[in-house]
């Protein structure tokens, strides 16, 4: 059963960098899919961040991409994430997900909550 | 680009049947047979329910079906249930290689 785990700090200041690690369990990473993030801000909807190939390939949301980069570590069986410059706005769950084709999320962590505040 | 549009909430009694709608645009539910369903009760990860526009994963019951016309998508639910209760989800694949999400719609089981 593939499994999924988020972790970082669960607080991050103003104009700092969110940064999250997805550890991956029962299925390698370097065997193909792509891996994917997602943040749900408190009461909202979802939405993608990006997507990350186990190549190193990667596709982010524009709206997001100038602050955004997605990374992959084979060897760790992970994938991680560094938002910069993060506001009030950036507050949310953030999901990691397999990302088959880059068509749907069809395995799940179980999120993570990060606050941005001084 | 902006959010899949979904209606904010739709309502129905149990064993009846709801349909959720989904509108993008030719740049991702138009332009791709690439349609997914997400479940998701309060506090808890979404769960996938449908992908490639009609297609169910294993274990997802056959009470949930998907389909698409032109810009728009649909998730039915047959013979609802009390569990069914929760925020619905639309995605899409986009012209930017990444999933597009509406922006989710709450099912109230009457």
């Known amino acids: 059963q593939v499994q999924l785990q988020e972790s970082g700090p669960g607080l991050v200041k103003p104009s700092e960098t969110l940064s999250l690690t997805c550890a991956v369990s029962?299925?390698?990473?370097?065997?193909?899919?792509?891996w994917a993030w997602i943040r749900q801000p408190p009461g909202k909807g979802l939405e993608c961040i990006g997507t990350?190939?186990?190549?190193?390939?990667?596709y982010y949301n524009p709206s997001l991409k100038s602050r955004v980069t997605i990374s992959v570590d084979t060897s760790k069986n992970q994938f991680s994430l560094k938002l910069s410059s993060v506001t009030a706005a950036d507050t949310a769950v953030y999901y990691c997900?397999?990302?088959?084709?880059?068509?749907?999320?069809?395995?799940w962590g179980q999120g993570t909550l990060v606050t941005v505040s001084s | 680009q902006s959010a899949l549009t979904q209606p904010a909430s739709v309502s129905g009694s149990p064993g009846q049947s709801i349909t959720i709608s989904c509108t993008g645009t030719?740049?991702?539910?138009?332009?791709?047979?690439?349609v997914s369903w997400y479940q998701q009760h309060p506090g808890k990860a979404p769960k996938l329910m449908i992908y490639?526009?009609?297609n169910r994963p294993s274990g997802v019951s056959n009470r949930f079906s998907g389909s698409k016309s032109g810009n728009t998508a649909s998730l039915t639910i047959s013979g609802l249930q009390a569990e069914d209760e929760a925020d619905y989800y639309c995605?899409?694949?986009?012209?930017?290689?990444?999933?597009?999400f509406g922006g989710g719609t709450k099912l109230t089981v009457l």
């Open positions: 029962g299925y390698s990473i370097s065997s193909g899919y792509y």
């Open positions: 990350i190939y186990h190549s190193g390939i990667t």
């Open positions: 030719s740049s991702d539910v138009g332009g791709y047979k690439y």
């Open positions: 490639d526009v009609s």
């Open positions: 997900a397999r990302n088959p084709g880059s068509r749907y999320l069809d395995y």
């Open positions: 995605g899409s694949y986009t012209t930017s290689s990444y999933v597009i």
